[in-house]
T-cell receptor, first 112, second 115 residues
Framework: DTEVTQTPKHLVMGMTNKKSLKCEQH?????MYWYKQKAKKPPELMFV???????INESVPSRFSPECPNSSLLNLHLHALQPEDSALYLC???????????FGPGTRLTVT | AQSVTQPDIHITVSEGASLELRCNYS??????LFWYVQSPGQGLQLLLK??????LVQGIKGFEAEFKRSQSSFNLRKPSVHWSDAAEYFC?????????????FGKGTRLSVIA
């Protein structure tokens, strides 16, 4: 099974809301990732967790806060977002960093 | 640092025609190479991967890719394109031995298929 699940599929939030995106995998992968993707652009790496520790933060604004509660789960907490944060947010996992990544279907986020 | 170049931003092919999408990488040692496909509004799906060994690798959906070290290329091919192949294609390079370095993705090639 190479499935990564993401919830919710769609999210509309106001600029003062707090919401969370969730990602789950049961492949025993020890690296998990968050990406942001705007229309007609490649995915932009936001965060990397390796063995449940944050290993890469690509200078993402603090209104995005990642969390890795255990080896199977990855959350992205959202607070005080801006309209320009509207995008497709993709979660991925891999056996280790540098190996092939398996992606979830994404969460389409709209900030109003 | 690793880098990936996909020279073609957009390619249009006729249904039933052959396809080749280009990918060039920059990396000192033997890299791990991947091709992904993304349909609109969906996540990326792994088409195939190359780690070592046979330089011609077979993937899903009838795709194959050939690793050419001398040209630093990993081009994706399909002998006969179907309308459902219309999507965005991303080439990526990785290195398991580089510590915490994740995959580096190219900017993508959009494939359109016409009747």
């Amino acid at each position: 099974d190479t499935e990564v699940t993401q919830t919710p599929k769609h999210l509309v939030m106001g600029m003062t809301n707090k919401k969370s995106l969730k990602c789950e995998q049961h492949m025993g992968h020890r690296a998990m990732y968050w990406y942001k993707q705007k229309a007609k652009k490649p995915p932009e790496l936001m965060f990397v967790y390796s063995y449940e520790k944050l290993s890469i933060n690509e200078s993402v604004p603090s209104r995005f806060s990642p969390e890795c509660p255990n080896s199977s789960l990855l959350n992205l907490h959202l607070h005080a977002l801006q309209p320009e944060d509207s995008a497709l947010y993709l979660c991925a996992s891999s056996f280790r960093t540098g190996r092939e990544q398996y992606f979830g279907p994404g969460t389409r986020l709209t900030v109003t | 640092a690793q880098s990936v170049t996909q020279p073609d931003i957009h390619i249009t092919v006729s249904e039933g025609a052959s396809l080749e999408l280009r990918c060039n990488y920059s990396y000192g040692a033997t890299p791990y190479l991947f091709w992904y496909v993304q349909s609109p509004g969906q996540g990326l799906q792994l088409l195939l991967k190359y780690f070592s060994g046979d330089t011609l690798v077979q993937g899903i959906k009838g795709f194959e890719a050939e690793f050419k070290r001398s040209q630093s290329s990993f081009n994706l091919r399909k002998p006969s394109v179907h309308w459902s192949d219309a999507a965005e294609y991303f080439c990526a390079v990785g290195d398991e031995n580089s510590g915490n370095t994740p995959l580096v993705f190219g900017k993508g090639t959009r494939l359109s298929v016409i009747a």
